[in-house]
């Protein structure tokens, strides 16, 4: 009986809360990087870094960034990297921020890339997603995002 209540209780809770539609996606495209190093002269072996990026493909914009890393591309390190993208998804105009977490042990990256949570602004409000990034051997970027976005409508 306990468990049939609580069923009618969540079904009228259901129809009485107003819920937000959900619109999930996966947006694909290339771009182009700008990496330049700033020199701090800190000496702690730790380089600082400023993104320029261009997206293109389901992704139209620009974003600004900055990068932090340690150790040497040949071998092992890390970075940290967050960037604003401001312009268009699939149309949907506005801008989100990125936050890059990237382990690399023997040339083995492990690299986690997702949206700031509440950073959307605009047509792009309450976006959430986890990008990937691939580098072809000509050294062309391209980027994978999986998002989801609420329906304003």
Not at 50 to 59: A, E, N, S, V
Not at 67 to 86: D, H, N, P, Q, R
């Amino acid at each position: 009986m306990i468990a049939i209540t609580t069923l009618m209780i969540t079904i009228l809770d259901a129809q009485t809360t107003p819920k937000e539609a959900v619109m999930s996606a996966r947006a694909t495209g290339p771009f182009d990087v700008k990496i330049i190093p700033q020199d701090d002269k800190l000496g702690d072996g730790i380089s600082r870094m400023l993104l320029d990026k261009q997206y293109h493909g389901d992704l139209e914009g620009t974003s600004k960034g900055q990068m932090l890393a340690i150790g040497s591309a040949k071998s092992s390190g890390v970075y940290v990297a967050i960037e604003t993208f401001t312009g268009t998804l699939r149309g949907k105009a506005g801008s989100f921020s990125l936050h890059h977490t990237c382990i690399m042990a023997k040339t083995a990256p492990n690299l986690t890339i997702s949206v700031v949570p509440d950073s959307g602004t605009d047509q792009l409000a309450g976006i959430t997603g986890n990008m990937t990034i691939s580098i072809a051997a000509n050294g062309r970027h391209s980027y994978e995002f999986e998002y989801t976005l609420p329906d304003l409508r």
